[in-house]
């Protein structure tokens, strides 16, 4: 019963490098999450998805990309990576109801030096 | 835009109650929720209560909405030091996604 697999757990970029992280769950959830979360601040999101083939911006997507093949997978994509995009991202993924809330991942610990 | 406010600190001795406040913006928000942050992880949920209940409460968890206020707290019984966490408060927003305070750090004194 893995719920939210997410890989790597730490990674260090130089400026202007590239990385996917890697974001699983086998819950059968429709809607999955990409938040980060700075020093100290809650979670702002990145992007989400309500289910295969649908994406969609949240509050902070600039630097980033997403797609959805399949309903299991929501990998993030980090283009031309910079000092501010040092943060833990976290993936979470829910049924259409929101009375179950979220389930999240363990997170990925990023710097960019 | 849809906004969760909460305090970010919190000390309790051990033993005490700790009481985590918290007030959101959108008043169609249907469901509203707690998780629970330990160093190093990600978010667990602990409850959830929604929007037309007053309270909620499991073990040693008490949670109270304030409708009117759109203010919900959470109260810890008895804490004890594996309490000591980050506790996030969180809405259904009327954009169909959850919208997160910025935590609050609640730290226990012996």
């Known amino acids: 019963n893995a719920g939210v697999t997410q890989t790597p757990k730490f990674r260090i970029l130089k400026i202007g490098q590239s990385m996917t992280l890697q974001c699983t769950q086998d819950?059968?959830?429709?809607?999955m999450y990409w938040y980060r979360q700075d020093p100290g601040m809650g979670l702002k999101l990145i992007y989400y998805?309500?289910?295969?083939?649908?994406?969609d911006k949240g509050e902070v997507p600039n630097g980033y990309n997403v797609s959805r093949s399949t309903t299991e997978d929501f990998p993030l994509r980090l283009e031309l990576a910079a000092p501010s995009q040092t943060s833990v991202y976290f993936c979470?993924?829910?049924?259409?109801?929101?009375?179950?809330?979220?389930?999240f991942g363990s997170g990925t610990r990023l710097t960019v030096v | 835009g849809e906004d969760v406010e909460q305090s970010l600190f919190l000390s309790v001795r051990e033993g005490d109650s700790s009481v985590i406040n918290c007030t959101y913006t959108?008043?169609?928000?249907?469901?509203l929720y707690w998780y629970k942050q330990e160093p190093g992880a990600g978010l667990q949920l602990l409850t959830y209560?929604?929007?037309?209940?007053d309270m909620k409460q499991d073990q040693r968890l008490t949670v109270l909405l304030n409708k009117k206020d759109k203010h919900l707290s959470l109260r810890i019984a008895d804490t004890q030091t594996g309490d000591s966490a980050i506790y996030f408060c969180?809405?259904?927003?009327?954009?169909?996604?959850?919208?997160f305070g910025s935590g609050t750090r609640l730290s226990i004194r012996p």
């Open positions: 979470a993924s829910s049924y259409a109801g929101q009375e179950y809330g979220y389930t």
């Open positions: 819950m059968n959830h429709n809607y």
């Open positions: 998805s309500v289910g295969a083939g649908i994406t």
């Open positions: 959108d008043s169609s928000s249907t469901y």
């Open positions: 209560i929604f929007s037309n209940m």
């Open positions: 969180a809405a259904y927003s009327s954009a169909s996604k959850i919208i």
